[in-house]
């Protein structure tokens, strides 16, 4: 069983910045896809970003492209989400997700499994 615990949340400033942490443990295959996303309450769960074990792929939602990163530490099993450039409308819980499979990696829902989620709340 896939687990993913989520960290580094908190409050910022606009303009500031946060890097997000997901610890993964529990894979059974070394091919697995990574994503971030976020929900507000009201509004459907969007992707912001996603990396993949494959090839180490990325790809990003266009409104965050240029301000977030995501990487990998495979010796710590961890990919992080450094944001830059926090706005307002950054805002959101953040979700890190997993699937198992190789291949690129997509900011679709379909996958398998979740974490508990982060605030991350841009305010001045």
């Known amino acids: 069983q896939v687990q993913l615990v989520e960290s580094g949340g908190g409050l910022v400033q606009p303009g500031g910045s946060l890097r997000l942490s997901c610890a993964a443990s529990?894979?059974?295959?070394?091919?697995?896809?990574i994503g971030w996303f976020r929900q507000v309450p009201g509004k459907e769960r969007e992707g912001v970003s996603c990396?993949?074990?494959?090839?180490?792929?990325?790809r990003y939602a266009g409104s965050v492209k240029g301000r977030f990163t995501i990487s990998r530490d495979n010796a710590k099993n961890t990919v992080y989400l450094q944001m830059n450039s926090l706005k307002p409308e950054d805002t959101a819980v953040y979700y890190c997700?997993?699937?198992?499979?190789?291949?690129?990696?997509?900011?679709?829902?379909?996958?398998?499994?979740w974490g508990q989620g982060t605030q991350v709340t841009v305010s001045s």
């Open positions: 997700a997993a699937e198992e499979r190789p291949g690129v990696c997509w900011l679709l829902l379909g996958y398998d499994y």
């Open positions: 529990g894979f059974t295959s070394d091919y697995y896809a």
């Open positions: 990396i993949s074990s494959t090839d180490g792929s990325t």
